[in-house]
């Protein structure tokens, strides 16, 4: 599996690619901005490794470049600054995910496995239920063309429910679908789940059907 | 009062300097009263005088006549404090009132005019006597007439006005002393202003010093906020810099870390063993740092702080509902409409990351964000349906350095940021049972969200 490893520091980028290797990936390490930007931009990998404090072009300028350019591999953001503040900003230009350095391997190889296993499967589609698009791909839902990014618990919900249009999904599919079993334990917990996606996709997307589920609304206007 | 204040030399001060003006306003009033009295005495007397002067004569031997008398019944009864005579060279002639006494000699520069002087008199009194030479016959010698009368009553009203006198001016020593304590106290309150505010400056260096004193104090203020201006704007330069220099070693951190695990791979375990623990060290000194740099920052800010707690919580929990633990939450969050808290909203980021960050590793499936302003305070509550913290380990989670979850990711200062950070913004935070069965975190802010915020300087 190949992924992109955009470091500046030798030492750092050396660590990288024989850390990331031993544990079976086949890295390619770039050291400044510009040249990141065009490797992303023309050839395919299944993850990137960003460092923002980059020669040439900073970090965030390459991710949102690729975002903009329908880019889609999960980015990890691996960085000095740890200040939420800027976390915030990565995750809004499109990363999924935030380390801050000096940071430790053997985590960050599980936080790599992470992302790729929540993407695994997911094969560049968009489906359409009503007024809702889901981008099976980026992980992420369109309204009326707006797009809304989702975390990964709201996208699985919507998944669950944009494959089977018109059915009820009760709270025990939910849960099994979200968490992997059947217990739906706290059922608020998956009403705060949904009251939650309301407030990002409207109020009229995700229909309550009293004593039975959720399902999408497939006519709204 | 300490004698080197102000207050209590002004005041010492002004009190001599009346005592002394009221010493002299007073000998002067006595004397003037004196010698208003001698005066109008002597007046007194002359007026009497003119009842025996045009009777007085020579007879042929040269000695005094008088053809009329003084009519004031005091001159004729023995000792009765009106006393009058006139002689020559050859004899005398007396009022009765001397009796077998004579008044004595005026002096050589007698002359043809009044004078007064004091002298004693006959029966053991003393005497205010007013003489003078007479010519009844131009060819012949002059009569020396004296009138006298007893001073003794003279005396005792002058003791009476000097002690009258003195006792008033002793009450208006008062007054004015009251008068000058009161503008002294008056006067230098705008330092003792001045001091409260220093003292309040010093317990926080955000404060300044208000600007609506007394003009002729007014650059010395300035002055001071000139300068706790600088020594801000210096401080938070060198702490600034502090931070940037922690966050620009974390690469080379990261470097060394490389180079440790080379080394490992090379056999050269104990080797990579030391540089391991080096590096924990030396990571564990940055963070507090960074901690220490980003409290004193918010502790001293004069910046209206302000963050809207809403954007803040959604922009957090869109970091954590999509990375590591969080990615498999759900984020129950119930915020007050554009509810403000008394802080930074880098500051207030910092606190809600590692409360939710830290909620999301030992939350089951749910995480509530509770925000609203109960008056007096802005309130978070933060809240899983995790295991929760027994008691003992709250404490424990607060010292630097502590880590509730050894296994999970994380440097381990989170909590003890967030502690320091709260109390550095003015909050108070408290740890408690959630209603979900987890953790509950509370923190308040004393906050007046209708306050003005104070303009920055």
Known sequence: ?221 | MNARSFHARLIVGAALAILLALAVAGSGLVWLFQRHVEHREALSMEAKAKELLPGLRLDAAGRPVADTKPSDGRFWRPAGSLYWQASTTTGSIYSRSLWDQTLGSPGENTGETWTLRRADGPFGHRLVIISRLIRPDASRRPITVQFATDDDALVQSFQEFRLETTLALCLLWVVLVLAATLQVRLGLRPFGRVSAELDRLRRNPAERLSSDHPHEIAPLVEAINALADARASDLERARRRAADLAHSLKTPLAALAAQSQGARAEGATRSADALDHTIAVAQAALEAELARARSAIARESRAPREADVAASVERIVSVIERTGAGSMLVFDIDVEARLRAPLASSDLSEILGALIENAARFARRRIAVRAFYRAPSVSIRISDDGPGMQSGRVSEALVRGARLDETGPGHGFGLSIVVDLVSATGGTMTFGEAGLGGLLVAIDWPFDPHAVPEPVA
């Open chain 1, 1 to 221: 599996m190949r992924v992109l490893a955009i470091e500046d520091d030798p030492d750092v980028g050396a660590h990288l690619v024989s850390g990331l290797g031993e544990a079976g990936f086949i890295v390619d390490l770039v050291s400044d901005g510009d040249e990141a930007w065009f490797r992303g931009d023309t050839e395919d990998y299944a993850a990137v490794i960003l460092d923002l404090g980059l020669p040439r072009l900073d970090g965030l300028s390459v991710l949102r470049r690729w975002r903009s350019a329908g880019r889609t591999f999960p980015v990890l953001i691996l960085s000095a600054r740890g200040d939420w503040d800027e976390k915030a900003e990565g995750i809004d230009a499109g990363a999924d995910d935030y380390m801050a350095k000096p940071f430790v391997m053997r985590e960050l190889v599980s936080r790599l496995r992470g992302l790729l296993r929540r993407i695994a499967g997911h094969v560049s589609a968009t489906i359409t239920v009503g007024r809702l698009s889901l981008d099976t791909s980026r992980m992420t839902a369109a309204i009326d063309g707006r797009t809304i990014r989702l975390s990964p618990l709201e996208y699985r919900f919507l998944d669950l429910l944009t494959h089977q249009p018109g059915r009820v999904a009760a709270p025990q599919q939910i849960a099994e679908h979200l968490y992997g079993t059947a217990d739906a334990g706290d059922t608020n917990a998956i009403e705060a789940l949904v009251t939650r996606l309301r407030r990002k996709i409207g109020p009229d997307i995700v229909e309550t059907r009293r004593g039975l589920g959720y399902a999408l609304v497939e006519d709204a206007a």
